[in-house]
């Protein structure tokens, strides 16, 4: 399972980055408002540190399919080759999907909230669609079932399309899609800190330290020893 970041400030970012093993990062518009900044420019100072192999993922604002269509077309000039354009999957968007997945523009199908609306994106050719887990259980739906459909209708049908789970409240969601083998999950700050946030976990581990540098004197490690 490909693991994102959701978010665009470009800090925290890099401040993931540097600890976490990440495969991209995904935006809407509403997140790109957050950043308070142009949104080009910190789209590009993201793909700039990301690198031009990872993914990114970019929404396009327009209403109607043709718009959709060349706006998909600008993102991924000024933004790279392994930038996947963000259509929601209404009406419209599937329109525009149709006919970006024939031209080779990679497409992420938005703002899904119900199995058919991943097996309709699924049929346009979209990379991957993003399934809203938290904001489908708030609506009081299982989302992580929701997402689990989706992806077997992807599986049992032979469609190339992978899940990108999105709207995450928890670690505990993400890691039950991630057994399931979803393709994608993305998450913001304080689901990805609650991977590993457990105090047993830090006490192990400062326990091996202690009884280490009881041996070997405090602060030595293996290094200078
Ligand atoms: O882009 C979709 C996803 O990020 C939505 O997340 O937390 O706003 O429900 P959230």
Known sequence: MKLLIDDANINL?????????????TTNPSILAKSGR?????????????????????????????DMIEEAKVIVERLGKNTFVKIPAISEGFKAMKALAAQGVKVTATAI???????LAAKCGASYAA??????????????QVAKDIH???????????LLAA?????????????????????GLDV????????????????????????AGTGNTMLNI
């Open 38 to 66: 142009a949104p080009y420019e910190v789209l590009t100072e993201i793909r700039a540190f990301i690198g031009e192999e990872a993914d990114l993922h970019v929404q396009a604002i327009s209403r109607k399919a043709e």
């Open 131 to 144: 399934p809203y887990v938290n904001r489908i259980d708030n609506m009081g739906y299982d989302g992580i």
């Open 152 to 162: 077997d209708i992807f599986l049992k049908n032979g469609f190339q399309t992978s």
């Open 192 to 215: 990805i800190k609650a991977f590993v946030n457990n105090p047993a976990i830090t006490s192990a581990v400062e326990a091996f330290i202690t009884d280490f540098e009881k041996l």
């Open 113 to 119: 909230y119900t199995p058919m609306q991943g097996y």
């Open 167 to 187: 709207s995450f409240k928890n670690s505990q969601q993400v890691l039950e899609l991630c057994k399931y083998g979803v393709g994608a999950a993305t998450v």
């Open 13 to 25: 970012i890099k401040e993931l980055y540097d600890y976490y093993p990440l495969d991209g990062v």
